[in-house]
């Protein structure tokens, strides 16, 4: 069973435009959420992250927003660079449990 | 400050075969944690490890076990391995439990042939 679903495996956006992933959970029961990304032949890193009782974390170009009826998640970034082209994992804990990860999306920023 | 350190990198086998993944966390952190990542599946979780004990573990068949040492160090040892555990096995260090943001090692690449 999937409890974190990112339904999109690729993205393509021109740089300088908004890049918009989206994740979706199933488990009520999350309460803090992350976003990794992964180069290739590296391991992912920490991006940004958002506990359930916000809605919104912003951090420089990043911005992720959290729609807890929803039960949503998405990774805005602006303005969109070249360097951002990577694969990008959702993940979400309840209380001291594991990570659970999405399959990831691999956005690629376009000159 | 070193980062998390897994050995080797890039590891190939025969079916059947058992293999032993290494993982070294960032100094102070107590917290391992074992993942497995393949093509369209994303990272799976295999098990979490802290202060030597086994606090969470996936669902994976048996012939995948680790283990922690005292230094915070971990193992994972997968036995008669098969084609499709062919991945990158990635090993994410914390602080304290893993709850809070998780550092990842560059991963080994294993390949069953």
């Known amino acids: 069973d999937q409890q974190v679903k990112q339904n999109s495996p690729s993205l393509s956006v021109q740089e300088g435009r908004i890049s918009i992933l989206n994740c979706d959970y199933t488990?009520?029961?999350?309460?803090?959420f992350l976003w990794y990304k992964k180069y290739p032949a590296e391991g992912p890193t920490f991006l940004i992250s958002i506990s359930s009782i916000k809605d919104k974390n912003e951090d420089g170009r990043f911005t992720v927003f959290l729609n807890k009826s929803a039960k949503h998640l998405s990774l805005h970034i602006v303005p969109s660079q070249p360097g951002d082209s990577a694969v990008y994992f959702c993940?979400?804990?309840?209380?001291?449990?594991?990570?659970?990860f999405g399959q990831g999306t691999r956005l690629t920023i376009n000159p | 400050k070193a980062g998390v350190t897994q050995t080797p990198r890039y590891l190939i086998k025969t079916r059947g075969q058992q293999v032993t993944l290494s993982c070294s966390p960032i100094?102070?952190?107590?917290?391992v944690s074992w993942y497995q990542q393949t093509p369209g599946q994303g990272l799976q979780f295999l098990f979490e490890y802290f202060s030597e004990t086994q606090r969470n573990k996936g669902n994976f068949p048996g012939r995948f076990s680790g283990r922690q040492f005292s230094n915070s160090r971990s193992e994972m040892n997968v036995s008669t391995l098969e084609l499709g555990d062919s991945a990158l096995y990635l090993c994410a260090s914390s602080l304290q439990v893993m709850n809070t943001e998780a550092f990842f090692g560059q991963g080994t690449r294993l390949t069953v042939v």
């Open positions: 100094s102070g952190h107590r917290s």
């Open positions: 488990n009520s029961m999350f309460d803090y």
């Open positions: 993940a979400a804990s309840q209380g001291a449990q594991k990570l659970v």
